[in-house]
């Protein structure tokens, strides 16, 4: 049997599948569609970019396919705490400390194009290897 493990995508990374970036799409085929995990901040960020109604549904159902992580107390205010930390000295925006919460409290690892966001918190996973999932 095989130990797979969830794994949250950034909003960047299914950014990238719809522009058909066959790298990613590799990374997630790897990786397992059961296995793959958004944070609701994630889907709001993509419903927000959607720019007409056809995507708005196309969107919904790739969601509906996903884990979507809401927020919770705990998760809400370990960003409090992150923003509080780092805003000032590394820019650390609250989307990015809201997904970053959601991926520290769940204890799984961040698959995201923007390293430089999240790396300089220390309980944070970064995925950033396709090799650690076979």
Not at 55 to 74: G, H, P, W
Request: aromatic share 8%; proline share 2%.
């Amino acid at each position: 049997m095989e130990n797979k493990i969830m794994v949250l995508c950034d909003t960047n990374i299914l950014i990238e599948v719809y522009r058909n970036n066959l790298t990613i799409i590799e990374n997630l085929q790897r990786i397992g569609q059961s296995n793959l995990a958004v944070s609701d901040v994630t889907s709001a960020e993509l419903f927000y970019g959607a720019r007409n109604k056809t995507e708005l549904r196309a969107i919904r159902k790739d969601l509906n396919n996903l884990t979507v992580l809401s927020v919770n107390q705990a998760i809400s205010s370990m960003a409090v705490e992150l923003i509080e930390q780092y805003s000032l000295s590394h820019k650390l925006n609250l989307p990015d400390a809201l997904i970053a919460s959601t991926a520290i409290w769940h204890d799984i690892p961040l698959y995201t194009l923007n390293l430089k966001d999240f790396r300089f918190l220390k309980d944070i996973n970064l995925y950033q290897n396709p090799k650690f999932f076979e």
